[in-house]
């Protein structure tokens, strides 16, 4: 079967980092992308891994291991717009489509 | 400003009334998605479409249907016979060929059926 899983919630400090993680199983894989929603809104792109490593991009950074089919966002000197949820998906064809398989999403809360 | 645009953002509707979902974008993307979500679960892809005239089912096609007659359109029909239809619809795009594109979406239309 597919499975993609994340934390359901997350609560951090204003200023601080916080790890959001993401570990899935699913039938191919050709890149895994990070996305930022908040209530009611559309999702954002944040970033892409389809290699193993770290890709940083300002405060944001995603890590990839294909070995382990896991992944997380790291996210540096959280600000209170931080609050949003972060959905995790995997694109699995490799064939050219560019279909994305989401989990269920972490809903981050950035308290004072 | 190039975009995706969803309407209406808020849409009632009576049970068993079928409703076409508006998505256009002039991104000049090959492909378009639509997506449901629904609280507690991740976005669930219901349709797609790779190029004009041609459109695929997702996981969960029932009770939905769907048109690409011009690239920069894909409405989403919810009919009669979709059984929980009162959800977040959202409507994205990307490229396809070369290299990895994100897909964009639009705003999303909430749809309640009453």
């Known amino acids: 079967g597919q499975n993609i899983d994340q934390p359901t919630e997350m609560t951090a400090t204003e200023g601080a980092i916080v790890q959001i993680n993401c570990t899935y199983q699913t039938s191919g894989f050709n890149g895994l992308f990070w996305y930022q929603q908040h209530a009611g809104e559309a999702p954002t792109f944040l970033s892409y891994n389809v290699l193993d490593g770290l890709e940083e991009k300002g405060r944001f950074s995603s890590f990839l291991s294909r070995s382990k089919g896991y992944s997380y966002l790291l996210l540096k000197e959280l600000q209170m717009k931080d609050s949003a949820s972060y959905l995790c998906?995997?694109?699995?064809?490799?064939?050219?489509?560019?279909?994305?398989?989401f989990g269920t999403g972490t809903r981050l809360t950035v308290i004072p | 400003d190039g975009g995706i645009t969803q309407s209406p953002k808020y849409l009632f509707r009576k049970e068993g009334q079928n409703v076409t979902l508006s998505c256009e974008q002039n991104?000049?993307?090959?492909?378009m998605y639509w997506y449901r979500q629904d609280p507690g679960q991740g976005l669930r892809l219901i349709y797609y479409?790779?190029?004009?005239?041609?459109?695929q089912k997702g996981d969960i096609a029932e009770g939905y249907s769907v048109s690409r007659e011009k690239k920069e359109s894909f409405p989403l029909t919810v009919t009669s016979a979709q059984k929980n239809p009162t959800a977040f619809y959202l409507c994205?795009?990307?490229?396809?060929?070369?290299?990895?594109?994100?897909?964009?979406f639009g705003p999303g239309t909430r749809l309640t059926v009453l």
């Open positions: 994205a795009s990307s490229m396809i060929a070369g290299g990895h594109h994100e897909q964009f």
């Open positions: 991104l000049n993307h090959d492909a």
């Open positions: 998906a995997v694109r699995q064809d490799q064939t050219g489509a560019n279909n994305l398989f």
């Open positions: 479409s790779q190029i004009v005239n041609d459109f």
